[in-house]
């Protein structure tokens, strides 16, 4: 899997062991071992006020830094993958997860995880841009980006 892959998990597990559909990117591999990660969602976490375009959002005075992939907007132009709602990547839920432990938990392409297509170079660089800058991403992440 390459940077900047994503990934559809028909039973993500998360943390607390609650399961479901989930959308997974891979935002870099570091050192073979780790992944950097974001789990994109589709809930809004804004005020009311907030001009939503794609792209990076970076509010500020709520020390919220969010990458929004606008509804219809093609990700992979080799399968015109796009999402169907606005959807968004949270600095604040980027993690690090052990590579190894993700494969034996999810070891079967198109069984445990389908991909969905691989984000253009230039996305996935402003995403990475976008957290590296963020007030919201743990100091360790954006190293590591």
């Known amino acids: 899997m390459k940077d900047g892959t994503l990934l559809h998990i028909p039973n993500y597990v998360f943390e607390n062991g609650d399961s479901k559909n989930k959308f997974f990117l891979l935002l870099k591999e570091v050192s073979g ?15 009311s006020d907030t001009i939503i375009n794609h792209g990076c959002i970076d509010l500020i005075d709520a020390q919220q830094t969010t990458y929004c992939f606008k509804a219809g907007h093609v990700l992979d132009s080799n399968n015109d993958f796009s999402f169907s709602k606005d959807t968004y990547l949270h600095g604040c839920w980027l993690k690090e997860i052990d590579k190894t432990l993700f494969f034996q938990t999810y070891p079967i392409p198109d069984f445990h995880y389908e991909i969905k297509g691989v984000l253009d170079h230039i996305e996935l660089e402003n995403i990475i841009e976008c957290f590296k800058n963020s007030p919201s991403v743990k100091r360790r992440l954006k190293k590591l980006l």
Do not use: R
């Open 33 to 47: 071992t780790q992944l950097i990660v974001s789990l994109p969602s589709s809930i809004e976490y804004f005020p």
